[in-house]
């Protein structure tokens, strides 16, 4: 029998991390390999030089390949940077049987109409599709509608869109690699399930990643996404206030971002204090905004939690609580995130496992490889695009075009 292989490619700003997994039987992933490489060639989420980049994916993949002892030929791959956003549409169409009776095919071409109502977005591609709230007759449903009987059917869709560009660039310099894209799943929803609970989904929270240069969000309600977005400011940004404030070479200020709150720094803990803590207040100064324009601020129960290198900062959780007026933590591995039920996963070594496990930066990685243990694991009316299929199947229709159009 084929062994059901997973792979989850996380390209970051900093570290590009690999982790490939085996799907058992009843469900579940066992973890075969892992290996991380830090990034070159990507700035702030996106491709900026494609060779540097295929050559950090590449290195990153083999050492997880010679972990788990096969060639790696596939994988599910995340996007992120500052392209990536989410937008919203309603629609209403009238049902189309004689009975009433509300098919998948009504619900599909109501998805479709509110994607052909967005505006602005020739330049972007649709990754994942979320259907947030439907009505019949103007009567919530709690459910699928698909079965039920009205006139009329309206929803309201989250799109989770980015640039075609940056996409391209992404799919091109993964297949520049070796390795042929499966699918892609924007990082935040990535992180989440491994991060964050069902229950923590269903009252309401903000996941917040602080990453090298970006700072990611997403607000779930009643167990679905409704709003995502990317902010180009991160942990580098403290590193380089600091060099400045302090007169220092980076790697020094580095070292001090992270020991900060630890006895060793022998930099004036005052002033350090002071540069830190004005960045994280710019950071959640956006956060706090953004969650006033979708009127979900100082209303989330779940609270805010936090994950990325910037979420290990000393005092984190005291500023996040003080500025936002929510409950703070920062996130960590749980594997209750899709039911109630644990979703099983081990790993071949005790190695693998402290390595995964002990550091949020896998998050992503992980949660790729969650994410493909199911197509609908966002919702159950949702679509993760298959975008990089959608990709090849565009470059196939431009080129049997342009073939057409030069044979007689």
């Known amino acids: 029998m084929a062994r059901n292989i997973i792979t989850g490619i996380d390209a970051g700003s900093s570290m590009i991390r690999v982790i490939t997994a085996e799907q058992k039987n009843g469900g579940g992933l066992n973890i075969l390999g892992a290996n991380q490489k830090q990034s070159e060639g990507i700035r702030r989420g996106y491709i900026v030089n494609l060779e540097d980049a295929a050559k950090s994916i590449s290195e990153a993949v083999k050492g997880a390949e010679k972990i788990a ?16 956003s989410s937008c919203k549409s309603k629609d209403t169409i009238m049902i189309s049987r004689p009975d009433g009776e509300i098919t998948d095919y009504d619900v599909k071409r109501l998805i479709s109409q509110c994607e052909d109502n967005l505006h602005n ?134 070292k001090l971002k992270i020991g900060y709150g630890s006895d060793i720094s022998s930099a004036p803990k005052k002033k350090l204090s002071d540069i830190i803590d004005a960045r994280l207040n710019d950071i959640f100064e956006i956060i706090e905004s953004h969650l006033k324009k979708i009127n979900r601020n100082e209303m989330l129960p779940a609270g805010i939690i936090m994950t990325g290198g910037g979420s290990s900062l000393f005092s984190l959780e005291e500023i996040a609580k003080a500025s936002l007026k929510l409950p703070s933590r920062i996130g960590t591995f749980s594997t209750k995130g899709h039911n109630n039920h644990s979703i099983n996963i081990t790993a071949s070594s005790n190695n693998l496992r402290e390595l995964i496990f002990n550091n949020p ?34 470059v196939g229709q431009i080129i049997k075009s342009c073939i057409s159009s030069i044979l007689p």
Not at 137 to 165: I, Y
Not at 221 to 235: M, R
Not at 381 to 390: L, V
Request: proline letters at 4%; aromatic letters at 4%.
């Open 69 to 84: 002892g096969f060639p790696i030929k596939k994988a599910v791959i995340s996007i992120g940077g500052i392209s990536l």
């Open 361 to 394: 930066g896998w998050s992503v990685a992980l949660g790729l490889c969650i994410n493909n243990l199911n197509e609908n694991f966002i919702c159950d009316n949702c679509s993760t695009g298959k975008a990089g299929k959608k990709i090849g199947q565009r």
């Open 121 to 254: 977005i020739s330049n972007k591609h649709i990754v994942h599709t979320v259907p947030l709230r439907f009505k019949i007759d103007s009567s919530p449903v709690l459910g699928k509608p698909a079965g039920m009987k009205g006139t009329k059917l309206e929803v309201e869709t989250m799109f989770v869109t980015c640039l075609n560009q940056h996409l391209n660039d992404l799919v091109k310099t993964v297949e520049s690699a070796g390795i042929s894209v499966e699918d892609i799943v924007a990082s935040p929803l990535a992180m989440s399930h491994t991060v964050l609970t069902k229950y923590q989904k269903e009252v309401g929270c903000v996941l917040a990643n602080i990453g090298a240069s970006t700072v990611s969000l997403v607000v779930f309600e009643e167990g679905l996404p409704i709003s995502l977005e990317v902010f180009p400011i991160g942990s580098t940004h403290i590193t380089n206030d600091i060099a400045l404030g302090l007169q220092i070479p980076l790697e020094e200020a580095e």
